[in-house]
């Protein structure tokens, strides 16, 4: 029987790193979870927080005489930004730095030879900040985390796409065709089948999101949210909004003074009232979100009021024991 090793990689959004190693001949289980700090069993919601000293990482179970720990290494190198000190593309925060953890000598070797390799190449203008570290106790994550870019494949391709991460390895990689193992996942969001829909929205999201609906004011469960994360469209999963724009608008609904990327943003007149007033939709999934008035504080003096269903925040979320709804991204 041929032996197995294992070796782990810290890449910023674990779900990112799992389809980009498991298509390896000779990888046999990519496994995310938790790695690096002191935290014994440590829950997805407490690495989030920042403050376990665990970062979201891969356990990687290969045959090495199938693929090589340095080839592992080299397209390990392909899946990040070794120059971000803060985390990984829109994923900020200690929990998402990057960092190679060894296993063995042999392993500390290659790893610090390839850094170093890294290093004296043009490639990068900054400095490269990968850690190289010696291996703790790795913990699995939480089973709705493992495969989940096909267990929720429309929410993490977009995701995916507008992470930032695609487009920049695009970009220092592009020299090199076979960059990245695996399909580009940035094609771009497909708008869902009715049936798609019926599976991901609730009767009152549909309504919401598909009819124009509106949320009851004060009584919705995030209108007094003070958790930090992003706000995405439930459909497409686009990132909207930011939990640092929002503010107390007194209307009982989610309210901000700006859009986290205007892009994804789309205003159109709505003359469903007497009183004409501009509606705020999301580009990709033409979900209705809310309106936007002229009357919010600085420096944008706009508010946008958002109905919530439509547009969740990235904290954890699980329905009837399913897979959550959004990606986490606290402490960003």
């Known amino acids: ?161 507008h992470s930032g991460r695609d487009q920049y390895l695009k970009r220092i990689w592009r020299e090199e065709k076979d960059a990245s193992p695996v399909k580009n996942l940035s094609e771009g969001f497909t708008e869902p089948t009715k049936e798609q829909l019926k599976k991901i929205l609730s009767p009152l999201q549909k309504q919401i999101t598909q009819q124009n609906g509106t949320e009851n004011p004060f009584h919705n469960e995030y209108w007094d949210n003070k958790k930090e994360g992003i706000y995405v469209d439930i459909v497409s999963g686009e990132p909207l909004f930011s939990s640092r724009d929002k503010f107390d608008s007194g209307t009982g609904w989610p309210s901000f003074t700006r859009s986290l990327n205007p892009e994804n943003i789309v205003e159109k007149k709505d003359k469903s009232l007497p009183v004409t007033r501009t509606e705020v939709r999301s580009k990709h999934a033409d979900s209705h979100l809310g309106h936007v008035f002229s009357d919010g504080p600085a420096p944008t003096y706009r508010t946008s009021l958002l109905h919530k269903l439509c547009c969740p925040t990235l904290h954890p979320q699980r329905e009837s024991g399913q897979e959550r709804v959004c990606r986490i991204r606290e402490n960003f």
């Open 1 to 161: 029987m041929e032996k197995l090793e294992k070796a782990i990689f810290a890449g910023g959004c674990f779900w990112c790193l799992e389809p980009s190693f498991e298509t390896l001949p000779g990888v046999l289980e990519v496994r995310p979870g938790y790695v690096g700090g002191n935290k014994e069993k440590p829950t997805y919601e407490e690495v989030c927080t920042g403050m376990t000293g665990h970062r979201e990482a891969v356990q990687i179970v290969f045959n090495p005489s199938k693929v090589t720990y340095r080839e592992l290494l080299d397209v390990f190198w392909k899946q990040i930004d070794p120059t971000d000190l803060d985390g990984q593309f829109v994923d900020q925060g200690p929990q998402y730095r990057t960092a190679i953890f060894y296993l063995n000598n042999e392993q500390k070797r290659l790893a610090e030879f390839s850094k170093k390799k890294l290093e004296q190449s043009i490639r990068f203008k900054k400095p490269i900040v990968t850690d190289v570290i010696r291996a703790s106790r790795f913990y699995l994550a939480e089973d709705y985390h493992h495969h989940y870019h096909k267990k929720c494949s429309l929410r993490y391709k977009y995701y995916r796409t």
